[in-house]
T-cell receptor, first 115, second 115 residues
Framework: DTEVTQTPKHLVMGMTNKKSLKCEQH?????MYWYKQKAKKPPELMFV???????INESVPSRFSPECPNSSLLNLHLHALQPEDSALYLC??????????????FGPGTRLTVL | AQSVAQPEDQVNVAEGNPLTVKCTYS??????LFWYVQYPNRGLQFLLK??????LVKGSYGFEAEFNKSQTSFHLKKPSALVSDSALYFC?????????????FGPGTSLSVIP
Protein backbone atom coordinates (compact mmCIF):
# COMPACT_ATOMS: atom_id res chain seq x y z
CA ASP A 1 0.00 0.00 0.00
CA THR A 2 1.60 3.26 -1.14
CA GLU A 3 -0.91 5.59 0.45
CA VAL A 4 -0.26 8.93 2.05
CA THR A 5 -3.33 10.66 3.46
CA GLN A 6 -3.79 14.38 4.08
CA THR A 7 -6.44 16.37 5.91
CA PRO A 8 -8.24 18.58 5.29
CA LYS A 9 -8.72 18.48 1.52
CA HIS A 10 -9.57 22.15 1.42
CA LEU A 11 -8.87 24.96 3.87
CA VAL A 12 -9.83 28.61 3.77
CA MET A 13 -8.29 30.87 6.39
CA GLY A 14 -7.86 34.50 7.18
CA MET A 15 -4.49 36.14 7.63
CA THR A 16 -4.88 36.19 11.42
CA ASN A 17 -5.98 32.56 11.79
CA LYS A 18 -4.01 29.61 13.10
CA LYS A 19 -4.61 26.30 11.38
CA SER A 20 -2.84 22.98 10.88
CA LEU A 21 -2.42 20.56 8.01
CA LYS A 22 -2.06 16.89 8.79
CA CYS A 23 -0.37 14.03 6.94
CA GLU A 24 -0.20 10.33 7.74
CA GLN A 25 1.51 7.30 6.22
CA HIS A 26 1.57 3.65 7.30
CA UNK A 27 4.22 2.36 4.94
CA UNK A 28 6.96 2.33 7.55
CA UNK A 29 8.74 5.16 5.77
CA UNK A 30 11.28 7.10 7.81
CA UNK A 31 11.30 10.30 5.77
CA MET A 32 8.44 12.74 5.35
CA TYR A 33 8.23 15.94 3.34
CA TRP A 34 6.18 19.08 2.85
CA TYR A 35 5.95 20.65 -0.59
CA LYS A 36 4.17 23.75 -1.85
CA GLN A 37 2.75 23.72 -5.35
CA LYS A 38 1.31 26.60 -7.34
CA ALA A 39 -1.03 25.91 -10.24
CA LYS A 40 0.63 24.13 -13.18
CA LYS A 41 4.07 24.46 -11.55
CA PRO A 42 6.35 21.80 -10.10
CA PRO A 43 6.29 21.17 -6.34
CA GLU A 44 8.72 23.21 -4.25
CA LEU A 45 10.36 21.51 -1.32
CA MET A 46 9.70 23.15 2.06
CA PHE A 47 10.79 20.71 4.79
CA VAL A 48 12.23 17.23 5.17
CA UNK A 49 12.00 15.08 8.28
CA UNK A 50 14.25 12.07 8.51
CA UNK A 51 13.79 9.67 11.41
CA UNK A 52 11.49 12.21 13.06
CA UNK A 53 14.10 14.96 13.03
CA UNK A 54 13.98 18.06 10.88
CA UNK A 55 16.75 17.57 8.33
CA ILE A 56 16.04 20.26 5.77
CA ASN A 57 14.34 23.62 5.93
CA GLU A 58 14.43 25.27 2.52
CA SER A 59 14.46 28.79 4.00
CA VAL A 60 10.73 28.69 4.64
CA PRO A 61 9.20 31.68 6.47
CA SER A 62 8.54 31.12 10.16
CA ARG A 63 4.78 31.48 9.65
CA PHE A 64 5.04 27.83 8.53
CA SER A 65 5.98 25.52 11.40
CA PRO A 66 6.41 21.78 10.81
CA GLU A 67 6.05 19.09 13.43
CA CYS A 68 6.65 15.35 13.34
CA PRO A 69 4.97 13.77 16.40
CA ASN A 70 5.98 10.25 15.35
CA SER A 71 7.26 8.37 12.34
CA SER A 72 3.79 8.11 10.78
CA LEU A 73 2.53 11.65 11.29
CA LEU A 74 3.54 15.03 9.96
CA ASN A 75 1.87 18.34 10.69
CA LEU A 76 2.26 21.79 9.23
CA HIS A 77 1.15 24.60 11.53
CA LEU A 78 0.09 27.80 9.83
CA HIS A 79 -0.07 31.25 11.39
CA ALA A 80 -0.37 34.76 9.99
CA LEU A 81 -0.24 33.61 6.40
CA GLN A 82 -0.33 35.90 3.39
CA PRO A 83 -2.59 35.60 0.33
CA GLU A 84 0.43 34.58 -1.74
CA ASP A 85 0.70 31.47 0.46
CA SER A 86 -2.44 30.14 -1.20
CA ALA A 87 -1.41 26.92 -2.94
CA LEU A 88 -1.69 23.14 -2.92
CA TYR A 89 0.34 21.73 -0.03
CA LEU A 90 1.61 18.25 -0.65
CA CYS A 91 2.93 15.78 1.84
CA UNK A 92 5.21 12.95 0.73
CA UNK A 93 7.01 10.07 2.36
CA UNK A 94 9.87 7.78 1.41
CA UNK A 95 11.85 4.90 2.82
CA UNK A 96 15.13 6.68 3.51
CA UNK A 97 15.94 10.25 2.49
CA UNK A 98 19.68 9.57 2.50
CA UNK A 99 19.43 6.94 -0.24
CA UNK A 100 19.82 8.45 -3.72
CA UNK A 101 17.52 5.82 -5.21
CA UNK A 102 14.77 6.63 -2.72
CA UNK A 103 11.26 7.11 -4.16
CA UNK A 104 8.86 9.66 -2.74
CA UNK A 105 5.14 8.92 -2.57
CA PHE A 106 2.75 11.83 -2.42
CA GLY A 107 -0.55 12.47 -0.72
CA PRO A 108 -3.51 14.11 -2.50
CA GLY A 109 -2.72 17.51 -1.04
CA THR A 110 -4.53 20.23 0.87
CA ARG A 111 -5.82 23.13 -1.20
CA LEU A 112 -5.18 26.23 0.94
CA THR A 113 -6.77 29.60 0.31
CA VAL A 114 -5.68 32.59 2.38
CA LEU A 115 -8.07 35.53 2.35
CA ALA B 1 24.16 23.28 -12.40
CA GLN B 2 21.79 20.40 -11.68
CA SER B 3 18.63 20.77 -13.73
CA VAL B 4 15.80 19.06 -15.51
CA ALA B 5 14.17 20.34 -18.69
CA GLN B 6 10.91 19.39 -20.28
CA PRO B 7 11.03 21.20 -23.60
CA GLU B 8 7.29 20.98 -24.33
CA ASP B 9 4.75 22.77 -22.15
CA GLN B 10 1.92 20.98 -23.93
CA VAL B 11 1.65 17.75 -25.88
CA ASN B 12 -1.47 16.79 -27.81
CA VAL B 13 -2.00 13.29 -29.12
CA ALA B 14 -4.94 11.41 -30.59
CA GLU B 15 -6.37 8.52 -28.61
CA GLY B 16 -4.79 5.25 -29.68
CA ASN B 17 -1.63 6.90 -31.01
CA PRO B 18 1.75 6.50 -29.33
CA LEU B 19 2.76 9.28 -26.99
CA THR B 20 6.13 10.69 -25.95
CA VAL B 21 6.81 13.24 -23.24
CA LYS B 22 10.36 14.53 -23.39
CA CYS B 23 12.82 15.10 -20.56
CA THR B 24 16.50 16.07 -20.55
CA TYR B 25 18.70 16.47 -17.52
CA SER B 26 21.99 17.91 -16.40
CA UNK B 27 23.61 16.44 -13.29
CA UNK B 28 27.06 15.61 -12.07
CA UNK B 29 27.54 11.99 -11.16
CA UNK B 30 25.06 9.17 -11.72
CA UNK B 31 21.56 10.33 -12.59
CA UNK B 32 18.62 8.88 -10.71
CA LEU B 33 15.56 9.77 -12.77
CA PHE B 34 11.85 9.67 -12.02
CA TRP B 35 8.52 10.30 -13.74
CA TYR B 36 5.42 11.42 -11.88
CA VAL B 37 1.90 12.14 -13.13
CA GLN B 38 -0.56 14.58 -11.60
CA TYR B 39 -4.25 14.45 -12.39
CA PRO B 40 -6.34 17.59 -11.81
CA ASN B 41 -6.67 18.54 -8.15
CA ARG B 42 -4.65 15.52 -7.06
CA GLY B 43 -1.21 14.78 -5.71
CA LEU B 44 1.68 13.39 -7.73
CA GLN B 45 1.65 9.69 -8.55
CA PHE B 46 4.91 7.82 -9.08
CA LEU B 47 5.13 6.17 -12.51
CA LEU B 48 8.67 4.80 -12.81
CA LYS B 49 12.32 5.43 -12.11
CA UNK B 50 15.73 4.72 -13.61
CA UNK B 51 18.52 3.76 -11.25
CA UNK B 52 20.92 1.60 -13.27
CA UNK B 53 20.91 -1.29 -15.70
CA UNK B 54 18.46 -1.71 -18.58
CA UNK B 55 17.90 1.58 -20.38
CA LEU B 56 14.21 0.79 -20.93
CA VAL B 57 12.24 1.10 -17.73
CA LYS B 58 8.66 -0.14 -17.45
CA GLY B 59 6.25 1.48 -15.03
CA SER B 60 2.62 1.85 -14.04
CA TYR B 61 -0.39 2.18 -16.36
CA GLY B 62 1.53 0.90 -19.42
CA PHE B 63 4.11 3.69 -19.38
CA GLU B 64 7.78 3.16 -20.06
CA ALA B 65 10.79 5.42 -20.29
CA GLU B 66 14.04 5.21 -22.19
CA PHE B 67 17.26 6.37 -20.59
CA ASN B 68 19.83 7.70 -23.06
CA LYS B 69 23.10 8.64 -21.41
CA SER B 70 24.73 10.18 -24.48
CA GLN B 71 21.76 12.47 -25.07
CA THR B 72 21.13 12.98 -21.34
CA SER B 73 17.47 12.20 -21.91
CA PHE B 74 14.77 10.20 -20.19
CA HIS B 75 11.69 10.34 -22.40
CA LEU B 76 8.38 8.90 -21.23
CA LYS B 77 6.47 6.76 -23.73
CA LYS B 78 3.29 4.79 -24.12
CA PRO B 79 2.38 2.74 -27.21
CA SER B 80 -1.32 3.66 -27.25
CA ALA B 81 -2.65 6.77 -25.51
CA LEU B 82 -5.91 6.81 -23.56
CA VAL B 83 -8.10 9.84 -22.87
CA SER B 84 -7.58 9.08 -19.18
CA ASP B 85 -3.83 9.70 -19.64
CA SER B 86 -4.57 13.42 -19.94
CA ALA B 87 -2.70 14.98 -17.03
CA LEU B 88 0.39 16.95 -16.00
CA TYR B 89 3.63 14.98 -16.18
CA PHE B 90 6.77 15.80 -14.21
CA CYS B 91 10.24 14.45 -14.84
CA UNK B 92 12.56 14.60 -11.83
CA UNK B 93 16.16 13.88 -10.99
CA UNK B 94 17.85 13.23 -7.70
CA UNK B 95 20.79 15.59 -7.54
CA UNK B 96 23.17 17.01 -5.01
CA UNK B 97 22.54 20.50 -3.78
CA UNK B 98 25.25 21.79 -1.45
CA UNK B 99 25.39 19.28 1.39
CA UNK B 100 22.44 17.10 0.54
CA UNK B 101 20.62 15.42 -2.32
CA UNK B 102 17.19 16.63 -3.28
CA UNK B 103 14.68 15.80 -5.97
CA UNK B 104 14.64 18.43 -8.68
CA PHE B 105 11.45 18.54 -10.71
CA GLY B 106 11.14 19.66 -14.29
CA PRO B 107 8.60 22.37 -15.15
CA GLY B 108 5.98 19.85 -16.21
CA THR B 109 4.32 18.89 -19.49
CA SER B 110 0.57 18.98 -19.90
CA LEU B 111 -0.62 16.02 -21.95
CA SER B 112 -3.97 16.12 -23.71
CA VAL B 113 -5.27 12.96 -25.35
CA ILE B 114 -7.95 13.82 -27.88
CA PRO B 115 -10.78 11.33 -28.44
Amino acid sequence: DTEVTQTPKHLVMGMTNKKSLKCEQHMGHRAMYWYKQKAKKPPELMFVYSYEKLSINESVPSRFSPECPNSSLLNLHLHALQPEDSALYLCASSQDFMQSTDTQYFGPGTRLTVL
Amino acid sequence: AQSVAQPEDQVNVAEGNPLTVKCTYSVSGNPYLFWYVQYPNRGLQFLLKYITGDNLVKGSYGFEAEFNKSQTSFHLKKPSALVSDSALYFCAVRAKKTSYDKVIFGPGTSLSVIP
